[in-house]
């Protein structure tokens, strides 16, 4: 059965500080989807990034970057010198291939909340 | 460019009463359509999706239901409104059929049913 856990429900940092995002998934699929998604207080869901399975390379955008490891079945999200901007809910997700967003099954999200 | 259109935003409803929520596409066609809802603290749940018009599918069973009468028009709605029903509720389109096509979402419909 597809899962995604975020353990952490909510964090709290000092603006310039780094953080980590945690995302592990469950999945049977040998080719899957995984997302980021952000949640601004206005409520849209906003999309980060996409990856799939094979494909694990790390990938950086500005201050963002993911770290995917299939041996873990991890999918961790960094924000780096965190900005009060970023405070959001974030949501990882996973969907299989072949299947419309139907599969696309989302984590709880973690509440990030920077402070200046 | 494509753009969702999701209304209300903002909703406040009695128990028993009926519920109409409105999601339209433009700038495509035949897009997969979505109706999330989110409660208090929880994840996002998927409630219908939709290939086609007059195609819905439901993955959790419940007090609401879904239709697209148009290619790029999706309704949520209910004829009798629960506590439970409350909550914010997402529309979202994608193209295709495959998981690897982004989902995009509308701005949200907050539901508080009293």
């Known amino acids: ?116 | 460019s494509q753009t969702i259109h999701q209304w209300p935003a903002t909703l406040v409803q009695p128990v028993g009463s009926p519920l109409s929520l409105e999601c339209t596409v433009e700038g495509t066609s035949n897009p997969n359509l979505y109706w999330y809802r989110q409660a208090a603290g929880r994840g996002l749940q998927l409630l219908f999706y939709s290939v086609g018009i007059g195609q819905i599918s439901s993955e959790v069973p419940q007090n609401l239901s879904a239709s697209r009468p148009q290619d790029r028009q999706f309704i949520l709605s209910s004829k009798k409104l629960l506590l439970s029903d409350s909550g914010f509720y997402l529309c979202a389109w994608s193209r295709g059929s495959s998981g690897a096509n982004v989902l995009t979402f509308g701005a949200g419909s907050r539901l508080t049913v009293l």
């Open chain 1, 1 to 116: 059965a597809q899962k995604v856990t975020q353990a952490q429900t909510e964090i709290s940092v000092v603006e310039k500080e780094d953080v980590t995002l945690d995302c592990v998934y469950e999945t049977r699929d040998t080719t899957y989807y995984l997302f980021w998604y952000k949640q601004p207080p206005s409520g849209e869901l906003v999309f980060l990034i996409r990856r799939n399975s094979f494909d694990e390379q790390n990938e950086i955008s500005g201050r963002y970057s993911w770290n995917f490891q299939k041996s873990t079945s991890s999918f961790n999200f960094t924000i780096t010198a965190s900005q009060v901007v970023d405070s959001a809910v974030y949501f990882c997700a996973l969907s299989e291939a072949g299947q419309a967003g139907t599969a696309l099954i989302f984590g709880k999200g973690t509440t990030l909340s920077v402070s200046s």
